[in-house]
Each structure stands twice: as C-alpha cells, then as structure tokens.
C-alpha cells in the first residue's frame, strides 16, 4: 500500500507541473502598483464610454495612464479582446505570433480564445504558435487590468514582430477581419518615442499625433521605430480596424513622457501616448467629461451675426433653444473663430448685400454665450464699411475680453500663440493673393512660443481643398515652424486633417461655417477641437456640426 501511494506521489508531480503549464504564470507577484494606480484613477471620477479600442503603454511607471483608459472602457461588455503587443525580444520567426495558452495575472486567470487563435495559425507563413509571451511585458504589464475590469472576458494575444511590414499588417487585418464583432476590443499596447530626451521625444510625439489625427496610415506606416514608436504595427492594425469594422477613429486622451515621472533627468526617455476609440455616437461633440489630461481650445469658421440671421437670434426663445443645440457640441469649449463682417453699434441702411455688418450689441452677447475667447477679424469682409468702423470694432471687442487676431503678430493664447492672415479683401474691388513674402518671413521671424497656430483667411468659396496658392502658403507657414494651420472662408467643412511633412505640422484647410445665414446643404461646417497636453504638445480632430442656420431657421 505504501509502494502504490509513493507511485501515486511521483505521478503527481508532473501531473502538477502540466497542470501549471495549462496557463502562462504572471510577470508580477505584487499587486500593489496595479492596485494603487486603479485606485488613484478611481478617484478622478472617470465618466465611461463606449469604446472599441485602446491603446496604453507597457511600461508600468506610467501605470496610472493604464488605470485611467481601463476606467473609461469598463462598463462596456465585450465578448472577446484582441490584445496586440510588441515582441520586444524579436523571438518570432513570423511576422506574428500567438498563444492558445491562457494567463496568469494578480488578479487571477485571463482566457485565450482558443477556437480565435486556433484560425489565425491556420495560416502558418502569417502567425506562429511561440512561448515568447512568458517573458513579453509587452503583455505582462496589460493583462492584469484586462483581468481587473474584464474578468473572464477571453483574450486573442498577438505579438507583432518589430520587423514586420505593412503587407503582413494588411494581411493580417484581413485574417481578423471575420473574427471581430461588435462586441470586440482591440487592445494595442505601445510605447512611444524611444531613447530620446525630453525635447526630442516631445517633437517625436507631436508629429506622431499628427499623423494618428489625420488618420494617415501611410505615414504611420512610413514612422521611425523606435524613435516615434515602439511598434508601427500595432498602430497600424489597431487604426485599420478601428476604422473598418467600427468607423471610429482615435482620440489621444494623455501624452506624457518617463521624465515627468522622476526627479533626475534623464537622457534617454520613453513616451506614452494613450488613446481611446469611441463610438460613433461619442465622437460628434467635444469631450470635456473629464478622463483627458489637458486645456482644450475649439476652433470655428465664418461666423456672422447680421442680415437674415439677426431677426431670427434676437429672439429669445429662438435663441435660447439654438444655444442648447450648439452647447451639446460644444459643452462649453473655450471657443476661436473667424468674425465675418464688421460689427457696428447700428447697422447702416442701404449697404450692399455682401457688405457684411452686424449689430454690436447681438453680436457681443452671442460670443459671450458662447465662450469666444479670440476671434479672428483677418478676413475679406472686416473692412466692408473702411478702416474706422474696422478699429472701432477691434477696441469693443478687447474692452469686451475678446483677443482680437489680425496680422502677422501672434496672440498669448494660454495654451497656444496664434496669429491671423488673410489671402483676399473685399472692400473696393475684390482681391487675392494679399499675404506677401514680408508677412511670411516676420512669421518665420516670430518669437512665439510653441506650438504657434495661424488662422488663415483663403482659398475659392466651396472648395474643400488647396490649390496652388494655397499650397504655397501652407509649405511656408510649415517651414516657419507655425504648428496648427486652421482655415476659413470656402463655407465649406475639409473632411479630413492634413499632416503635413510627416507630421511636422497639422493642416484643417477649412472649418466652413459656423453661424452663417448661408441655408442648405451646399454649406457644411466643422469644429476643430484641440487638447494641449502639459508637456507642451496637442491632439487635434475635426468634429462635423450640422448647419445651425438651417437649425435656427427651423425654430421659429
């Protein structure tokens, strides 16, 4: 009998030993930094969203950045999580790699959709079955808050090799294509700029979130790894994805660096860019709820308070209800926008009908409503009744508190210096081509501190693209080293942002119209919303806004 149970003894052994290898054991054995950083993140008060991806880094220092974007998503209930992570140690011998093993976390046991993974190695050329993920923190350091906020909730883990391309990128965007549902989160985590210090990493991510704004996945993939980012892949997967199976595209919700996380300084830094992929019906307003870091600054288009549209905002219940339509996209954003027109304390009888006036008193109870804090004036109507009802209307609109912007000399902004131009005039026979060399080289010239914005007055009505003028001046603003571009006068909205020389720069050609008695559909206009984060960079999205003429027009 004792024989038979020091058998039984010795089989169990391996018996446990395989048991243990049913599952892939966690990185960590302490709890305590995932804990600390979900609690801090809980104390913020983190309204949730439906979102259908995230991306967070991997390095645990920025663990409270991993916390917070967790705290956004975790009310949604998703049937699986497709986890994307680099292979840091370059242990894949394909492009990508995956697991049918589960994890093991803090917090307890983290599925892997087996039947998933069991498809993507069907073909063999594209995906291998590795072990790399007991050693890759690429994984190791997200999966305890999956585990935290997801529990059971099964997982499809791939490793993206740092050599991989984008036709293996493509090819495997297609093999997940079948497999991701509505009920699908895309987890890509990365780490950003690399080796770098401060000022370097910061340039490093401004024109990696320019390129993540415009949506640009041939600048994605044409970024430096690992100067921009620790995995172009990963971008790129999660940006197809999003954009295919989700029509969502990416809002950046914090950028900080490794160094603002430490006393000492640090020569060689890591960035962290965290992102989330909220749904359709959460991408149509500015975002003011709280889980982003950062000031935000909203840019507007032509914007006009006379002729056919002052009957129908003076009054009060018209305007009241108006108000409530705008608030609800604009929740109360800090708010920039090109002024058309001449505002005077009365309005002549018998101006032309495209010489543009509004009343004083409306119009400055309209930009106090709606929290303008500048407005641009450099544009082809300012001077519609000359040059001293033009001065008149810039001294209301200081003693009003409104910064007035109007030529080459950039205004403190807070969050940004910006300057305005304008490439046409109305007054007298119509003009263009009025921003001349001069003006470009004092831009060039310009000690502002970045980021530095030009607000621009340009290009033919109706058209949501440049052309060779506009290009013209587009290449030498960039070259002067102005950051955000805006742009107003087409009356129509550009559908997409532009980054400009890889993202040295970021391009809204146009903003269409604001408030401007234009009806119809021929008219369409955006609100451009910009969120400075502390370390001196932005994120920036174009957000459509249906016509608010038509809107008040409906209302009488």
Same mark, same amino acid.
């Given at each position: 009998?004792?024989?038979?149970? #020091?058998?039984?003894?010795?089989?169990?052994?391996?018996?446990?030993?395989?048991?243990?290898?049913?599952?892939?054991?966690?990185?960590?054995?302490?709890?305590?930094?995932?804990?600390?950083?979900?609690?801090?993140?809980?104390?913020?008060?983190?309204?949730? =969203?439906?979102?259908?991806?995230?991306?967070?880094?991997?390095?645990?220092?920025?663990? @409270?950045?991993?916390?917070?974007?967790?705290?956004?998503?975790?009310?949604?209930?998703?049937?699986?999580?497709?986890?994307?992570?680099?292979?840091?140690?370059?242990?894949?011998?394909?492009?990508?790699?995956?697991?049918? #093993?589960?994890?093991?976390?803090?917090?307890?046991?983290? !599925?892997?959709?087996?039947?998933?993974?069991?498809?993507?190695?069907?073909?063999?050329?594209?995906?291998?079955?590795?072990?790399?993920?007991?050693?890759?923190?690429?994984?190791?350091?997200?999966?305890?808050?999956?585990?935290?906020?997801?529990?059971?909730?099964?997982?499809? $883990?791939?490793?993206?090799?740092?050599?991989?391309? =984008?036709?293996?990128?493509?090819?495997?965007?297609?093999?997940?294509?079948?497999?991701?549902?509505?009920?699908?989160?895309?987890?890509?985590?990365? /780490?950003?700029?690399?080796?770098?210090?401060? $000022?370097?990493?910061?340039?490093?991510?401004?024109?990696?979130?320019?390129?993540?704004?415009?949506?640009?996945?041939?600048?994605?993939?044409?970024?430096?790894? +690992?100067?921009?980012?620790?995995?172009?892949?990963?971008?790129?997967?999660?940006?197809?994805?999003?954009?295919?199976?989700?029509?969502?595209?990416?809002?950046?919700?914090?950028?900080?660096?490794?160094?603002?996380?430490?006393?000492?300084?640090?020569?060689?830094?890591?960035?962290?860019?965290?992102?989330?992929?909220?749904?359709?019906?959460?991408?149509?307003?500015?975002? #003011?709820?709280?889980?982003?870091?950062?000031?935000?600054?909203?840019?507007?288009?032509?914007?006009?308070?006379? =002729?056919?549209?002052? +009957?129908?905002?003076?009054?009060?219940?018209?305007? @009241?209800?108006?108000?409530?339509?705008?608030?609800?996209?604009? /929740?109360?954003?800090?708010?920039?926008?090109?002024?058309?027109?001449?505002?005077?304390?009365?309005?002549?009888?018998?101006?032309?009908?495209?010489?543009?006036?509004? +009343?004083?008193?409306?119009?400055?109870?309209?930009?106090?409503? &709606?929290?303008?804090?500048?407005?641009?004036?450099?544009?082809?109507?300012?001077?519609?009744?000359? @040059?001293? !009802?033009?001065?008149?209307?810039?001294?209301?609109? *200081? %003693?009003?508190?409104?910064?007035?912007?109007?030529?080459?000399?950039?205004?403190? &902004?807070?969050?940004?210096?910006?300057?305005?131009?304008?490439?046409?005039?109305?007054?007298? @026979?119509?003009?263009?081509?009025?921003?001349?060399?001069?003006?470009?080289?004092?831009?060039?010239?310009?000690?502002?501190?970045?980021? #530095?914005?030009?607000?621009?007055?340009?290009?033919?009505?109706? %058209?949501?693209?440049?052309?060779?003028?506009?290009?013209?001046?587009?290449?030498?603003?960039?070259?002067?080293?102005?950051? &955000?571009?805006?742009?107003?006068?087409?009356?129509?909205?550009? *559908?997409?942002?532009?980054?400009?020389?890889?993202?040295?720069?970021?391009?809204?050609?146009?903003?269409?119209?604001?408030?401007?008695?234009?009806?119809?559909?021929?008219?369409?206009?955006?609100?451009?919303?910009?969120?400075?984060?502390?370390?001196?960079?932005?994120?920036?999205?174009?957000? $459509?806004?249906?016509?608010?003429?038509?809107?008040?027009?409906?209302?009488?």
């Amino acid at each position: 009998m004792k024989r038979l149970l #020091l058998v039984l003894a010795l089989l169990a052994v391996p018996l446990a030993a395989l048991a243990d290898d049913a599952a892939i054991p966690s990185l960590y054995g302490d709890d305590a930094p995932f804990t600390a950083s979900i609690a801090a993140a809980e104390a913020l008060a983190i309204e949730p =969203r439906v979102v259908s991806g995230l991306t967070v880094p991997h390095h645990l220092i920025a663990a @409270d950045l991993i916390a917070r974007a967790f705290l956004v998503a975790r009310d949604s209930r998703y049937d699986r999580i497709v986890v994307l992570t680099p292979d840091h140690f370059k242990r894949s011998r394909r492009p990508f790699a995956a697991t049918r #093993l589960d994890f093991d976390t803090v917090f307890g046991r983290v !599925p892997t959709d087996g039947a998933v993974v069991d498809a993507l190695l069907a073909d063999k050329t594209l995906v291998e079955e590795s072990d790399l993920f007991r050693r890759e923190h690429g994984i190791g350091a997200v999966l305890p808050y999956v585990a935290r906020f997801f529990p059971r909730t099964p997982i499809v $883990p791939i490793a993206v090799a740092i050599g991989s391309n =984008r036709d293996e990128w493509d090819a495997l965007v297609a093999a997940l294509g079948p497999l991701i549902t509505e009920r699908t989160l895309v987890l890509q985590s990365t /780490d950003f700029s690399h080796y770098l210090p401060l $000022p370097d990493a910061i340039l490093r991510d401004q024109e990696t979130m320019n390129v993540i704004a415009a949506g640009d996945l041939d600048a994605i993939a044409k970024l430096h790894q +690992p100067q921009h980012l620790d995995s172009r892949g990963g971008q790129y997967i999660q940006m197809r994805l999003q954009a295919e199976h989700f029509g969502a595209a990416p809002v950046v919700i914090a950028n900080s660096n490794m160094q603002f996380y430490v006393d000492t300084e640090i020569d060689e830094t890591t960035s962290y860019i965290v992102q989330i992929y909220p749904s359709a019906e959460g991408a149509d307003r500015v975002d #003011l709820d709280g889980h982003a870091d950062g000031q935000v600054l909203c840019f507007a288009g032509d914007t006009f308070f006379g =002729r056919h549209l002052a +009957p129908v905002i003076s009054q009060p219940a018209i305007r @009241d209800r108006l108000l409530d339509e705008i608030e609800a996209v604009l /929740d109360g954003c800090p708010l920039v926008l090109n002024l058309e027109g001449v505002m005077v304390p009365e309005v002549p009888t018998g101006i032309g009908a495209v010489q543009l006036a509004m +009343p004083e008193d409306l119009t400055l109870d309209w930009l106090e409503r &709606l929290n303008v804090v500048a407005v641009s004036i450099a544009n082809n109507h300012s001077r519609d009744l000359g @040059d001293e !009802p033009k001065a008149a209307m810039m001294a209301a609109l *200081e %003693a009003a508190g409104i910064d007035v912007l109007d030529g080459v000399e950039a205004d403190d &902004l807070g969050a940004l210096r910006a300057l305005a131009l304008t490439d046409l005039d109305n007054s007298g @026979d119509a003009r263009t081509g009025l921003v001349t060399d001069t003006e470009l080289e004092a831009v060039t010239r310009s000690v502002a501190a970045p980021p #530095l914005a030009a607000f621009m007055h340009w290009g033919a009505e109706y %058209a949501r693209i440049s052309d060779e003028r506009e290009d013209h001046l587009i290449d030498a603003l960039r070259q002067a080293a102005v950051s &955000l571009i805006v742009g107003a006068h087409p009356h129509v909205a550009s *559908e997409r942002l532009i980054a400009l020389a890889g993202g040295e720069s970021l391009l809204a050609y146009s903003l269409g119209n604001f408030l401007f008695d234009q009806p119809g559909a021929n008219v369409s206009g955006a609100v451009l919303e910009v969120r400075f984060f502390p370390q001196g960079t932005f994120f920036a999205r174009l957000i $459509p806004i249906p016509n608010f003429y038509d809107r008040a027009l409906s209302l009488r």
